[in-house]
């Protein structure tokens, strides 16, 4: 048994030494030991990487006299293969270039009865004041989590009429899309009116399935609908139950806070039903965060 440790420990101490070996090599590449300072890791950690490391290099390499997404000569056109330092391990991925981002730009969000104005809302557009400096601090953070595949829950923003919360949300999800996640937006009080009223012009379970799997959801205005138990147990429920499974980002705006949205939910034409409606709020509760915006009418 001791002649056996013996010569494990033997084998594993070769494997390191030639795994520092290697990565002794490939440091006297000027590019490669500058990626190693920028990610702050130790060596004993990086000289498990070195092959990868040595691909990033080269990719960064192209990447420095590159003149446009057409003469890109890495694996993935209009990306490099990138390192990021995590507690005890280094993971890579693809991230996209300036040219990639330049040309590639473009909105794919599903939308469904959402008003026009906020198909092309953009952060860019978004007016700094006092009263959102919490919700863009939100926004700013939960995109850094969101693009280093970090657990981030999403937002319920709650607030005064015309305040700015389905803009601002919807250039989040505009934003989101744009760097390739499947989004939908949907409006919901109309959404709930065409789905009741019009089954022939929408297909039903494709609508459901689209935006119950849709890598980040926004709902729109909810509270606002009229409200039924059909809406509430078989649309609403039905969503929030799969999302909250599946750990889906999801969104909300609403002009009542996430207390006054369980009083709203729990009245409808057949009665009072206060479980079904604490039951929506806490799969609600579960997907995200609160926050209030109090501001005067941008709609004027």
Same mark, same amino acid.
């Given at each position: 048994?001791?002649?056996?440790?013996? &010569?494990?420990?033997?084998?594993?101490?070769?494997?390191?030494?030639?795994?520092?070996?290697?990565? *002794?090599?490939?440091?006297?590449?000027?590019? &490669?030991?500058?990626?190693?300072?920028?990610?702050?890791?130790?060596?004993?950690?990086?000289?498990?990487?070195?092959?990868?490391?040595?691909?990033?290099?080269?990719?960064?390499?192209?990447?420095?006299?590159?003149?446009?997404?057409?003469?890109?000569?890495?694996? #993935?056109?209009?990306? *490099?293969?990138?390192? !990021? !330092?995590?507690?005890?391990? !280094?993971?890579?991925?693809?991230?996209?270039?300036? %040219? &990639?981002?330049?040309?590639?730009?473009? =909105?794919?969000?599903?939308? &469904?009865?959402? +008003?026009? !104005?906020?198909?092309?809302?953009?952060?860019?557009?978004?007016?700094?004041?006092?009263?959102?400096?919490?919700?863009?601090?939100? @926004?700013?953070?939960?995109?850094?989590?969101?693009?280093?595949?970090?657990? *981030?829950?999403?937002?319920?923003?709650?607030?005064?009429?015309?305040?700015?919360?389905?803009?601002?949300?919807?250039?989040?999800?505009?934003? $989101?899309? =744009?760097?390739?996640?499947?989004?939908?937006? *949907? %409006?919901? +009080?109309?959404?709930?009116?065409?789905?009741?009223?019009?089954?022939?012009?929408?297909?039903?379970?494709?609508?459901?399935?689209?935006?119950?799997?849709?890598?980040?959801?926004? /709902?729109?205005?909810?509270?606002?609908?009229?409200?039924?138990?059909?809406?509430?147990?078989?649309?609403?429920?039905?969503?929030?139950? %799969?999302?909250?499974? =599946?750990?889906?980002?999801?969104?909300?705006?609403? =002009?009542?806070?996430?207390?006054? $949205?369980?009083?709203?939910?729990?009245?409808?034409?057949?009665?009072?039903?206060?479980?079904?409606?604490?039951?929506? /709020?806490?799969? @609600?509760?579960?997907?995200?965060?609160?926050?209030? $915006? #109090?501001?005067?009418?941008?709609?004027?």
């Amino acid at each position: 048994m001791i002649k056996g440790n013996s &010569f494990i420990k033997k084998g594993k101490k070769a494997i390191q030494d030639d795994l520092r070996r290697e990565f *002794v090599l490939a440091s006297k590449d000027e590019t &490669f030991t500058k990626l190693c300072a920028r990610l702050k890791c130790d060596d004993e950690v990086l000289m498990k990487y070195t092959s990868k490391l040595e691909t990033t290099v080269c990719e960064l390499k192209n990447c420095s006299k590159c003149k446009g997404l057409d003469k890109c000569k890495n694996e #993935i056109e209009g990306h *490099v293969y990138y390192p !990021v !330092v995590r507690k005890d391990y !280094v993971e890579f991925s693809y991230k996209p270039c300036k %040219y &990639f981002k330049e040309n590639k730009i473009k =909105n794919t969000t599903t939308f &469904f009865e959402t +008003p026009k !104005v906020l198909m092309t809302a953009s952060l860019s557009d978004l007016v700094t004041e006092k009263e959102r400096s919490s919700i863009l601090k939100y @926004i700013k953070e939960f995109l850094k989590k969101k693009m280093n595949n970090e657990p *981030v829950k999403g937002l319920y923003l709650s607030g005064s009429f015309g305040s700015g919360k389905s803009y601002i949300l919807s250039a989040l999800l505009n934003e $989101l899309s =744009n760097k390739g996640f499947r989004t939908v937006n *949907v %409006y919901y +009080p109309s959404l709930l009116k065409r789905l009741k009223a019009s089954f022939n012009e929408y297909n039903y379970d494709e609508v459901l399935d689209e935006i119950m799997t849709s890598d980040i959801l926004l /709902i729109d205005d909810i509270g606002a609908e009229n409200n039924s138990s059909w809406a509430r147990d078989e649309v609403l429920g039905t969503i929030l139950q %799969y999302r909250m499974d =599946n750990d889906l980002t999801t969104f909300f705006t609403s =002009n009542f806070n996430i207390n006054e $949205l369980e009083s709203v939910l729990s009245e409808t034409s057949k009665g009072t039903d206060e479980i079904k409606a604490r039951r929506i /709020i806490e799969r @609600i509760k579960y997907l995200t965060e609160e926050q209030t $915006l #109090i501001s005067g009418n941008k709609r004027k």
